[in-house]
């Protein structure tokens, strides 16, 4: 189930005035069960990186393998490969077409080949997983539900053909707190319970990526910076170089051990800082701070 | 699959021909539209064929881009010139079989047909590979004025103008993404028959219109918030020019038709 990425490079508009190099030489390997965090500036060449994984953009130069599918065949498998990696685009609710909600999560399985019954139970199956009342939803359309809802439909809609990959880029864009909150501990929900197997999340949030992900992959301006866990990434390299903030816990870690009071320990989370600052402060478990 | 419209695209560059004012340039094709028109004998599509190769080499367009344009018109041009073959009915027959008979007139007519054909694309697509939209609205704004007189909303046609071209980049954006999402969910958009493809389309239709509207309607907030009003004597940035280029393309443009209408009446006693 893994993904090996060899020498990639990509240019838009090859041989025009517009000509812009998105990708140059970038490699790097995802395991089976990872969960790796891509982070990059604006234009770095985040999208452009996950749209090849998918087969969304042509190979043009270096290779891919996902699964033993190898990309940089002629004509590769492209139905296969889909299946196997779900993808969610930024801001995944403008996808949304059909009549209804139960149409549009169904639309994905019917592509896949699933006959109509079998489709309908897997889109229930999914609309159940992403937390929403089935029999309320199901039947009304998806321009009329909130914002929140739209956005779990559209996850819904590429649970339902059940993918071993999920790509996401940008997951909580333009949610509130407790939906960005939700959304998070879906995804990570969906990976403790074994329905996703790999999670690849875009983000410009280094605070969901520090408490998410495993592995951090940093691109600038179209190449590969860094490929280390998370806590190397933040603690180790020069984050603010790549026009990144730092997240709030490595922050405050940081900033105190510039005044003398060295934790002991890299928290990556909030949750994980007070853990530290507690012990730190030999206040025990569940002690006021 | 959108990044293929090559057709009314813009080629930034900084030529004669890019610098030139817009409403000369629209006055030229239509000149060099009518001219085409007049053409009957070969040596003024080579008058024609020579012009347009000026025009282009002058503007730096790269003839690559050039004959794109004509890549998209290919199928009607081959069309045309088929038609044109088998129907034309004088002249020395070639071949014959029911109705259908080549003859040598045809031959030529067919010819001359598709040159005509690649010649419209051609000098209209050296219009908007050489002058922004803007400038091409701005142009046609400036000619319309006349109409005012008979309270024809100019500036206000010019606005819609302007914002409809202003919007296509971004809804091809849209529509590429919604490509790739529909895509990744495993929709087909290239096989099956007519029907079929037509209905593959509507997922990528029905988000489009949403969004659409939806772009629509905070574009109109955007406006009203900064009290945008068509107001008819509105100041441009960059006001329009008649400057010493439009007067030399204008004595070309004026000679090029002089030759055409020179050849059409037989002065250089050409057949």
Same mark, same amino acid.
């Given at each position: 189930?893994?993904?090996?990425?060899?020498?990639?490079?990509?240019?838009?508009?090859?041989?025009?005035?517009?000509?812009?190099?998105?990708?140059?030489?970038?490699?790097?390997?995802?395991?089976?069960?990872?969960?790796?965090?891509?982070?990059?500036?604006?234009?770095?060449?985040?999208?452009?990186?996950?749209?090849?994984?998918?087969?969304?953009?042509?190979?043009?130069?270096?290779?891919?393998?996902?699964?033993?599918?190898?990309?940089?065949?002629?004509?590769?498998?492209?139905?296969?490969?889909?299946?196997?990696?779900?993808?969610?685009?930024?801001?995944?609710?403008?996808?949304?077409?059909?009549?209804?909600?139960?149409?549009?999560?169904?639309?994905?399985?019917?592509?896949?080949?699933?006959?109509?019954?079998?489709?309908?139970?897997?889109?229930?199956? #999914?609309?159940?997983?992403?937390?929403?009342? +089935?029999? $309320?939803?199901?039947? &009304?359309?998806?321009?009329?539900?909130? %914002? *929140?809802?739209?956005?779990?439909?559209?996850?819904?809609?590429?649970?339902?053909?059940?993918?071993?990959?999920?790509?996401?880029?940008?997951?909580?864009?333009?949610?509130?707190?407790?939906?960005?909150?939700?959304?998070?501990?879906?995804?990570?929900?969906?990976?403790?319970?074994?329905?996703?197997?790999?999670?690849?999340?875009?983000?410009?949030?280094?605070?969901?990526?520090?408490?998410?992900?495993?592995?951090?992959?940093?691109?600038?301006?179209?190449?590969?910076?860094?490929?280390?866990?998370?806590?190397?990434?933040?603690?180790?390299?020069?984050?603010?170089?790549?026009?990144?903030?730092?997240?709030?816990?490595?922050?405050?870690?940081?900033?105190?051990?510039?005044?003398?009071?060295?934790?002991? #320990?890299?928290?990556?989370?909030?949750?994980? +800082?007070? $853990?530290?600052?507690? &012990?730190?402060?030999?206040?025990?478990? %569940? *002690?006021?701070? | 699959?959108?990044?293929?419209?090559?057709?009314?695209?813009?080629?930034?560059?900084?030529?004669?021909?890019?610098?030139?004012?817009?409403?000369?340039?629209?006055?030229?094709?239509?000149?060099?539209?009518?001219?085409?028109?007049?053409?009957?004998?070969?040596?003024?599509?080579?008058?024609?064929?020579?012009?347009?190769?000026?025009?282009?080499?002058?503007?730096?367009?790269?003839?690559?881009?050039?004959?794109?344009?004509?890549?998209?018109?290919?199928?009607?041009?081959?069309?045309?010139?088929?038609?044109?073959?088998?129907?034309?009915?004088?002249?020395?027959?070639?071949?014959?079989?029911?109705?259908?008979?080549?003859?040598?007139?045809?031959?030529?007519?067919?010819?001359?047909?598709?040159?005509?054909?690649?010649?419209?694309?051609?000098?209209?697509?050296?219009?908007?590979?050489?002058?922004?939209?803007?400038?091409?609205?701005?142009?046609?704004?400036?000619?319309?004025?006349?109409?005012?007189?008979?309270?024809?909303?100019?500036?206000?046609?010019?606005?819609?103008?302007?914002?409809?071209?202003?919007?296509?980049?971004?809804?091809?954006?849209?529509?590429?993404?919604?490509?790739?999402?529909?895509?990744?969910?495993?929709?087909?958009?290239?096989?099956?028959?007519?029907?079929?493809?037509?209905?593959?389309?509507?997922?990528?239709?029905?988000?489009?219109?949403?969004?659409?509207?939806?772009?629509?309607?905070?574009?109109?907030?955007?406006?009203?918030?900064?009290?945008?009003?068509?107001?008819?004597?509105?100041?441009?940035?960059?006001?329009?020019?008649?400057?010493?280029?439009?007067?030399?393309?204008?004595?070309?443009?004026?000679?090029?038709?002089?030759?055409?209408?020179?050849?059409?009446?037989?002065?250089?006693?050409?057949?």
């Amino acid at each position: 189930m893994s993904i090996v990425i060899e020498n990639l490079s990509f240019t838009y508009g090859k041989k025009s005035p517009f000509e812009k190099k998105a990708l140059s030489d970038v490699s790097f390997t995802v395991n089976d069960g990872e969960f790796v965090g891509i982070v990059g500036s604006t234009g770095s060449g985040k999208s452009t990186l996950i749209q090849h994984l998918n087969g969304l953009i042509k190979l043009t130069s270096g290779k891919i393998t996902v699964d033993g599918i190898d990309l940089s065949a002629r004509k590769p498998d492209l139905q296969k490969l889909r299946k196997k990696i779900g993808m969610l685009f930024q801001y995944p609710e403008y996808q949304l077409f059909a009549e209804t909600v139960l149409a549009d999560v169904k639309f994905g399985p019917k592509n896949f080949g699933a006959k109509d019954e079998e489709a309908e139970k897997m889109a229930e199956e #999914a609309i159940k997983m992403v937390g929403l009342d +089935f029999e $309320e939803i199901k039947d &009304r359309s998806p321009i009329d539900i909130s %914002g *929140g809802q739209k956005r779990r439909v559209a996850v819904a809609g590429v649970l339902a053909y059940k993918p071993d990959i999920l790509i996401l880029d940008e997951p909580t864009a333009g949610l509130d707190p407790t939906g960005k909150r939700d959304m998070l501990d879906l995804i990570s929900s969906l990976r403790s319970s074994g329905a996703v197997k790999t999670v690849i999340m875009v983000s410009h949030n280094m605070d969901e990526i520090a408490e998410y992900a495993d592995r951090v992959i940093a691109l600038s301006n179209g190449r590969l910076v860094s490929d280390s866990s998370t806590e190397e990434f933040f603690y180790d390299s020069d984050v603010e170089s790549l026009n990144l903030a730092l997240p709030h816990a490595v922050y405050i870690t940081k900033k105190l051990a510039e005044k003398g009071i060295d934790l002991s #320990a890299k928290p990556l989370s909030l949750s994980e +800082f007070n $853990e530290a600052l507690r &012990r730190k402060l030999s206040l025990g478990e %569940g *002690g006021a701070l | 699959m959108t990044k293929d419209i090559v057709f009314g695209q813009y080629y930034p560059a900084s030529s004669f021909i890019h610098k030139l004012d817009p409403r000369l340039k629209l006055f030229a094709v239509l000149v060099f539209i009518v001219s085409v028109f007049l053409c009957d004998i070969f040596y003024a599509y080579a008058a024609c064929y020579a012009f347009l190769l000026i025009v282009i080499l002058v503007s730096r367009v790269p003839i690559l881009s050039v004959l794109k344009t004509i890549k998209a018109v290919l199928f009607i041009v081959f069309l045309t010139a088929v038609l044109n073959i088998f129907f034309y009915k004088e002249g020395n027959v070639f071949w014959e079989w029911e109705f259908l008979r080549i003859t040598d007139e045809g031959l030529l007519y067919a010819a001359k047909m598709a040159l005509r054909i690649i010649f419209l694309v051609v000098s209209t697509s050296m219009l908007t590979f050489t002058s922004t939209p803007m400038a091409l609205t701005d142009g046609m704004e400036s000619i319309m004025k006349p109409l005012k007189i008979i309270r024809f909303p100019v500036h206000d046609v010019a606005v819609i103008m302007s914002t409809a071209l202003r919007f296509i980049p971004t809804l091809l954006e849209e529509v590429n993404k919604i490509v790739m999402a529909q895509k990744a969910r495993g929709a087909h958009f290239d096989n099956g028959g007519l029907v079929k493809r037509a209905k593959a389309l509507l997922p990528v239709l029905i988000p489009l219109f949403v969004s659409t509207f939806r772009r629509a309607d905070e574009l109109a907030l955007a406006l009203d918030a900064r009290c945008y009003n068509a107001t008819p004597n509105r100041t441009k940035m960059k006001p329009l020019h008649f400057s010493w280029r439009d007067l030399v393309a204008f004595f070309c443009l004026a000679a090029f038709l002089t030759i055409i209408i020179l050849l059409k009446l037989g002065f250089f006693g050409l057949v």
